[in-house]
């Protein structure tokens, strides 16, 4: 009767000893989940924000973690995305003020381009008079009542009319 009395506490015993295994074993798994977690959390969170910051979304921040390398990271990674958003926002701002530069540039060469163009034609004009009324006077073509006179009153004219273009043109 005592070996039975022997393998019932020893029986009970290994139950026993296997529950609190089980157990112990349980609660030191979900210790050590508890304090990798809370050792990983600011890591994965960091992650999530500088991937956010690789698609240049600057509004995220790290919390305060703690006075440790892990805050000093986070203080890192905040101080970053600061300075990058600062930057980008002032590269969009000069862009903005070299494509309204480049587009005042199209337009004042347009405005140059017109005024060549309009400043010649006008100056052809009176030197296409000139020359013919100079090839009349030199070639001597000239009826009874025209007289050389009338032939340089219009070339005088037209020289006034260059002198007031050119002048035009120089102010």
């Known amino acids: ?3 039975n009395y022997i393998e019932t506490t020893s029986n009970a015993t290994t139950r026993y000893v296997s529950f609190v295994a089980i157990v112990t074993f349980l609660l ?3 210790s050590l989940y508890l304090y990798l977690n809370h050792f990983t959390k600011p890591f994965v969170e960091m992650n999530k924000i500088t991937r956010a910051m690789a698609k ?4 995220q921040k790290c919390p305060p973690y703690s006075n440790n390398e892990i805050g000093e990271l986070g203080q890192s990674i905040n101080t970053l995305s600061g300075e990058l958003d600062k930057t980008l926002r002032d590269l969009k701002q000069k862009n903005e003020k070299l494509e309204a530069d480049i587009e005042n540039e199209r337009r004042i060469e347009k405005m140059r381009k017109e005024f060549v163009s309009n400043a010649s034609h ?3 004009t009176p030197i296409a008079i000139i020359q013919g009324y100079a090839e009349g006077l030199k070639l001597g ?3 009874k009542s025209d007289s050389n006179d ?3 009153d219009v070339i005088i004219e037209e020289t006034h009319k260059m002198n007031r273009l050119v002048c035009d043109m120089l102010e």
């Open 1 to 3: 009767s005592q070996l």
């Open 28 to 30: 030191i798994m979900i």
């Open 56 to 59: 240049m979304d600057f509004s």
């Open 122 to 124: 006008e100056l052809k």
């Open 141 to 143: 073509i000239k009826t």
């Open 150 to 152: 009338e032939y340089c």
